[in-house]
């Protein structure tokens, strides 16, 4: 590139000389021609340069530090029914999903473990959805507060780089941005799923939901979204009753029963299944409902309100 810039300027650089009569000749032709002036002084046509806005960053623009970005325009294209989904391609991540609509999905980064909750931060639109009630897999973040329909972007920060951020970022944190509406819309979705399991005894399908709706428009500088969201799922076995094998002979007296099921466990010990246990299948009941409201006061500033209602249950 610098080299043809360089070539560029040396022809620029060189003279070049013409007769005097024909220097002549072309001020006289250009002097002849009014018509040539009025087409110069005619008014062009304006031009316009339009360029697509990309979704709004609620980050530091300065922040030291590595960052993950997925938009929707991304994710559209992905498997996606809980707000985690989002996440489930973020590099130097695991999220703990064992089924969809799991209330104990936690995030574990480099450093840091699936029951180490404290560690890590996450956030949608700047309210904290994390449970510092504890520190383990049974404190997980309340994705259920977010429809994942209404996502804009998830930014992933790696490691406690700033201060804006408490030290419970020391492992990463999560930050949800959701969208608002620029002019009327209103959606439906409905979403089936189902996955066979087959194992020690237990071969059945496993089926669920989710049925999410909104509405929303902007008027002026006033916009709004409402939205109701629906999630029925029954995942798979997730604990199984074991014992290990016996190394007594059985004596005479001894009744033989039938059910049990045998397999090598990781020391490859003979282990006896006697099937699911108590906490084995968990069928989940999410209903949520959420108010946006927003108005902006500038180009730059917006006032906003969020009022979400949830209801969940757990069967067993």
Same mark, same amino acid.
């Given at each position: 590139?610098?080299?043809?810039?360089?070539?560029?300027?040396?022809?620029?650089?060189? &003279?070049?000389?013409?007769?005097?009569?024909?220097?002549?000749?072309?001020?006289?032709?250009?002097?002849?021609?009014?018509?040539?002036?009025?087409?110069?002084?005619?008014? !062009?046509? +304006?031009?316009? @340069?339009?360029?697509?806005?990309?979704? &709004?960053? +609620?980050?530091?623009?300065?922040?030291?530090?590595?960052?993950?970005?997925?938009?929707?325009?991304?994710?559209?294209?992905?498997?996606?029914?809980?707000?985690?989904?989002?996440?489930?391609?973020?590099?130097?991540?695991?999220?703990?999903?064992?089924?969809?609509?799991?209330?104990?999905?936690?995030?574990?980064?480099?450093?840091?473990?699936?029951?180490?909750?404290?560690?890590?931060?996450?956030?949608?639109?700047? !309210?904290?959805?994390?449970? /510092?009630?504890?520190?383990?897999?049974?404190?997980?973040?309340?994705?259920?507060?977010?429809?994942?329909?209404?996502?804009?972007?998830?930014?992933?920060?790696y490691g406690p780089y700033s201060a804006l951020y408490p030290g419970n970022s020391i492992g990463a944190t999560v930050a949800i941005t959701t969208r608002m509406p620029t002019q009327f819309e209103a959606d439906a979705k409905v979403q089936a799923f189902t996955q066979h399991?087959?194992? /020690?005894?237990?071969?059945?399908? /496993?089926?669920?939901?989710?049925?999410?709706?909104?509405?929303?428009?902007?008027?002026?500088?006033?916009?709004?979204?409402?939205?109701?969201?629906? !999630?029925?799922?029954?995942?798979? +076995?997730?604990?199984?009753?074991? !014992?290990?094998?016996?190394?007594? +002979?059985?004596?005479?007296?001894?009744?033989? @029963?039938?059910?049990?099921?045998?397999?090598?466990?990781?020391?490859?010990?003979?282990?006896?299944?006697?099937?699911?246990?108590?906490?084995?299948?968990?069928?989940? /009941?999410?209903?949520?409902?959420?108010?946006?409201?927003?108005?902006?006061?500038?180009?730059?500033?917006?006032?906003?309100?969020?009022?979400?209602?949830?209801?969940?249950?757990?069967?067993?």
């Amino acid at each position: 590139m610098s080299t043809l810039q360089f070539r560029a300027r040396r022809r620029m650089r060189r &003279r070049v000389s013409f007769p005097l009569p024909l220097m002549a000749h072309v001020a006289l032709c250009n002097a002849a021609s009014p018509e040539s002036a009025e087409q110069n002084d005619a008014p !062009l046509a +304006p031009v316009v @340069v339009t360029a697509q806005s990309a979704p &709004r960053s +609620p980050l530091d623009p300065n922040l030291p530090a590595s960052v993950n970005t997925v938009t929707a325009d991304q994710f559209q294209f992905w498997n996606v029914t809980t707000p985690e989904d989002t996440l489930k391609y973020a590099p130097n991540m695991a999220v703990r999903k064992r089924f969809i609509g799991d209330p104990n999905a936690t995030i574990a980064v480099r450093g840091t473990s699936n029951s180490q909750t404290a560690r890590s931060l996450v956030y949608a639109d700047g !309210l904290l959805l994390s449970n /510092f009630l504890g520190n383990t897999w049974t404190f997980a973040p309340r994705w259920s507060m977010v429809f994942a329909d209404d996502i804009e972007r998830t930014d992933v920060i790696y490691g406690p780089y700033s201060a804006l951020y408490p030290g419970n970022s020391i492992g990463a944190t999560v930050a949800i941005t959701t969208r608002m509406p620029t002019q009327f819309e209103a959606d439906a979705k409905v979403q089936a799923f189902t996955q066979h399991f087959d194992l /020690f005894g237990v071969n059945r399908n /496993f089926n669920g939901t989710n049925t999410t709706a909104t509405v929303g428009d902007k008027i002026g500088k006033f916009s709004f979204l409402i939205g109701a969201d629906h !999630l029925e799922n029954t995942g798979q +076995p997730l604990q199984f009753a074991t !014992l290990a094998q016996s190394r007594t +002979p059985a004596s005479a007296a001894a009744t033989p @029963v039938s059910g049990a099921y045998f397999y090598n466990d990781q020391t490859n010990a003979r282990t006896v299944v006697l099937g699911t246990a108590m906490e084995g299948i968990e069928r989940t /009941f999410q209903d949520q409902l959420r108010v946006k409201l927003a108005y902006d006061i500038t180009n730059t500033l917006q006032a906003g309100f969020t009022l979400r209602l949830l209801a969940s249950e757990i069967q067993q």
